[in-house]
């Protein structure tokens, strides 16, 4: 009994062989399965980056951000805005470029104050000497268009002057005692009033302007004078009178501070014929120093 299961056995065991040889064999010859890979050997793939790390898409915008301002941007040289154009909105004042005169002065009024001394030499037209010269300007520079600006100063002026004279005459007089000479001294008290333009004349240096003036002038005088003969006074005589002549100077403004230092060289002329002066005249070469306000 033993005998035929023994042999059962062994062939049902070597069937089984056979079969699972077989499907081993099948599998391999098989080109269309591949042996799958163990899940833990398999590696990640190279071109996908964690989502974590993922940068945001560039063209999209942040949900809070803020509206585009569609708003055109002003022209800053636009002078057709509310604002004005570029050169309204310059400060005008003695800040600005240039010498303060051409600002209207320290308040923008264009007004000028100038006091002024020196002297004045007659002997170049007459027999009248040196004199002290005291003179107040008073002033206005138009407001005129371009080029000229304010450039242009109408002006009245006040200036004393007290030129004298001295002189002994030979020619005998036959109503004078002794030999019928005589001398004399004379003193000319005269208030001149000036009115004219001054045209100050632009250069490339702020801080200089050359000018010149012209304008008529009316010689208010009092002449006295003495005489003696023979040591002697014989008299006094005085004389008052009103005359007309004209004026003329050139000059400089050196600018400093809320004005200009000036220097100014003048001439006059007026003819005057009178008793006392006759056939003579009231001119004189006259050098000023002063200083100009402008305000």
């Not at 050169?87 to 209207?104: H, K, N, Q």
């Not at 407001?143 to 002006?155: A, G, H, K, Q, S």
Request: glycine share 12%.
């Amino acid at each position: 009994m033993k005998t035929p299961f023994r042999i059962v056995f062994a062939i049902a065991v070597g069937m089984l062989l056979t079969v699972g040889t077989g499907a081993r064999a099948h599998a391999q010859d098989d080109p269309g399965t591949e042996p799958e890979a163990p899940v833990a050997d398999e590696a990640p793939i190279a071109d996908e980056a964690p989502i974590a790390d993922e940068a945001p898409i560039a063209d999209e915008a942040p949900v809070d951000a803020t509206p585009i301002d569609e708003t055109p941007a002003e022209d800053p040289f636009d002078e057709s805005t509310d604002e004005g154009s570029v050169e309204d909105s310059v400060e005008v004042g003695p800040a600005g470029d240039g010498p303060i005169y051409e600002s209207g002065g320290l308040f923008g009024v264009g007004l000028v104050i100038a006091p002024k001394v020196g002297g004045g030499f007659g002997q170049l037209t007459s027999d009248l000497g040196t004199s002290f010269v005291g003179e107040l300007e008073l002033g206005y520079t138009l407001p005129l268009p371009e080029p000229v600006n304010r450039d242009i100063e109408i002006f009245l002026a006040g200036q004393y002057a007290g030129p004298s004279a001295a002189d002994t005459v030979y020619v005998a007089d036959p109503r004078l005692p002794g030999d019928g000479t005589w001398s004399y001294d004379l003193t000319l008290q005269q208030v001149n009033l000036t009115l004219g333009l001054l045209y100050r004349i632009p250069v490339p240096a702020d801080w200089v302007r050359p000018y010149v003036a012209a304008g008529g002038r009316m010689v208010l005088s009092r002449t006295e004078v003495s005489g003696k003969s023979n040591g002697m006074p014989y008299g006094d005589n005085e004389e008052t009178a009103t005359d007309f002549g004209g004026y003329g100077a050139l000059g400089a403004d050196f600018f400093v501070g809320p004005g200009s230092i000036l220097f100014e060289v003048q001439f006059a002329y007026a003819a005057i014929d009178g008793t006392v002066l006759q056939n003579t005249n009231a001119g004189a070469l006259n050098l000023a120093l002063g200083y100009r306000f402008f305000l």
